[in-house]
């Protein structure tokens, strides 16, 4: 009925036809590694796409497990960004909890950064970052916000250079420092592009109003490219 190619769920023949299905059928046979997969997958999503809210219940429910605590590639990856979440949700106003949850997270990525730097360097100082950021410690919030750029920048980490930037782009909103803002979500929107998400990088456009600053930018550097 379509091409298996373009429909993930193809090749199970209709038994499981979408992502509810297959966590229906998962938590039927308490298959709990595909049930933290599935809410694994949101969180990615739903943090990428800086819904925080849900990217916050979707680790939660994927943390419910035992397994979610075994070794495995998704793990640092989802202990970083939990973080980053824990942090934003507390800036909100969402709970006192969200502070200590981020505070967990940081710390255990402060004992993988000691196994490997080059790998975990940036994400513990965005973690600071957010840390100051959610303390009121401006000056070193900062501060750490410029360093995991350049950390991210000079280990060629170009998407977490964007979430950095747009990290600091969102704090300094909040103290009302709107121009350097912007100059922090233009650059994540580059950053962004460079790396080929383009969804994320035009959600981020619409959110913070860039079109107009983009398609001024944009021309200019292209013919700034040709005359070289």
């Given amino acids: 009925t379509g091409d298996k190619s373009s429909n993930p769920y193809g090749v199970l023949n209709g038994i499981i036809c979408n992502k509810q299905s297959l966590l229906a059928d998962a938590q039927s046979k308490m298959n709990f590694q595909i049930v933290e997969a599935v809410h ?12 925080y809210d849900e990217a916050a219940e979707a680790s939660d429910s994927a943390m419910s497990f ?3 605590k075994m070794p495995k590639v998704e793990l640092p990856h989802h202990m970083f960004y939990r973080g980053i979440v824990a942090f934003q949700l507390y800036r909100e106003g969402k709970g006192e909890n969200w502070l ?11 004992i993988w950064v000691k ?22 410690d401006v000056t070193a919030a900062k501060e750490s ?12 980490y170009i998407h977490e250079q964007g979430l950095a930037y747009e990290c600091m782009g969102i704090y300094l ?12 979500f233009l650059s994540a929107h580059k950053c962004y ?20 600053r983009i398609e001024i930018i944009e021309p200019s550097t292209t013919k700034h490219d040709r005359d070289e």
């Fill in 40 to 51: 694994l997958q949101k969180f990615f999503i739903s943090f990428w796409m800086g819904e």
């Fill in 66 to 68: 035992p397994c979610s």
């Fill in 100 to 110: 200590k949850i981020g505070d967990e997270m940081r710390e255990q990525v402060e």
């Fill in 115 to 136: 196994n490997s730097k080059s790998i975990f360097e940036n994400k513990l100082i965005l973690l600071k970052a957010e840390q100051f950021a959610s303390t009121c």
């Fill in 145 to 156: 916000y410029e360093l995991s750029i350049k950390v991210a920048r000079d280990n060629g």
């Fill in 173 to 184: 909103t909040s103290i009302v420092e709107v121009g350097e803002a912007e100059r922090c």
């Fill in 193 to 212: 592009m460079q790396w080929g998400a383009m969804a994320k990088a035009d959600k981020l456009r619409k959110d913070w109003n860039l079109s107009s």
